[in-house]
């Protein structure tokens, strides 16, 4: 369904630092990095897409956070979920609700929320039974 995500950013360094961390908990995979341009891709351990990509926006103008938007990244176990939460929280980002089981989505819902160093909103979510 998806082919990527392009989420904005202002500062390269700090947002790759904190997205390779954030990614390597995940079993992703950095597909490019280029600090020139500046943007990074990653992409699932196996298969091509789809792509996770950070960079400037294309119009120059500065990237900004958009209200009620939020991107979720599946994990593969909920211990997944904990260390990728820890390692956001590490490398700059803010806590929207630590890891937990959400069972007003469903009984198996184990996910947990925050913001990047720039303020995009995330999740990080397991749908598996422990």
């Known amino acids: ?35 020139a341009k500046p943007w990074a891709a990653w992409q699932p351990a196996e298969g091509a897409r789809p792509l996770f990509i950070i960079g400037k926006p294309y119009d120059g103008q500065p990237a900004a956070c958009g ?11 909920r211990a997944a979920v904990d260390r990728a939460h820890a390692s956001a929280l590490a490398h700059g980002g803010v806590c929207e609700g630590a890891p937990a089981l959400r069972p007003h989505y469903h009984a198996n819902y184990y996910g947990a929320y925050f913001r990047d160093p720039e303020g995009n909103k995330l999740c990080v979510v397991c749908h598996d039974a422990e």
């Open 67 to 77: 209200n009620g938007q939020m991107v979720a990244l599946m994990a593969p176990t």
């Open 1 to 35: 369904m998806l082919s990527h995500i392009y989420v904005g950013i202002n500062e390269f360094e700090p947002a790759f630092a904190f997205y390779n961390a954030m990614m390597t908990e995940l079993g992703t995979r950095l597909r490019f990095s280029d600090a």
